[in-house]
């Protein structure tokens, strides 16, 4: 079975950082794009930051770069987001999600993604 779990979220204090994980099994997820998105309550799921596996070219919401950092550790087939300078208004689900292909940056959540990680809480408080 193919499986995305994500790991890492937590109450953080504004300013601090969190790692979060995305650990993939049941396949290989070589020729795949790898993402993140985020859903805070009330607001749809958005965009935040992808990856592809076999380049290792990353791609970040505009208004998002620089404070999120995506990427790989192939032998622990595992997705990282690394998250710095954590604001209140990054508080949401992070969800993990794998797709073969995308059509554009920002990748759409409401596309036909292929898998879906149930989702990790992430709150800042301030």
């Known amino acids: 079975q193919v499986q995305l779990v994500e790991s890492g979220g937590g109450l953080v204090q504004a300013g601090g950082s969190l790692r979060l994980s995305c650990a993939t099994s049941g396949r290989a997820f070589s020729n795949y794009f790898m993402g993140w998105f985020r859903q805070a309550a009330g607001k749809e799921r958005e965009f935040v930051a992808a990856?592809?596996?076999?380049?290792?070219?990353?791609y970040y919401a505009d208004s998002l770069k620089g404070r999120f950092t995506i990427s790989i550790d192939n032998a622990k087939n595992t997705v990282y987001l690394q998250i710095n300078s954590l604001k209140p208004e990054d508080t949401g689900v992070y969800y993990c999600a794998a797709d073969r292909i995308i059509y554009g940056i920002p990748w759409s959540p409401r596309g036909n993604i292929d898998y879906w990680g149930p989702g990790t809480q992430v709150t800042v408080s301030s």
């Open positions: 990856i592809s596996w076999s380049t290792g070219t990353t």
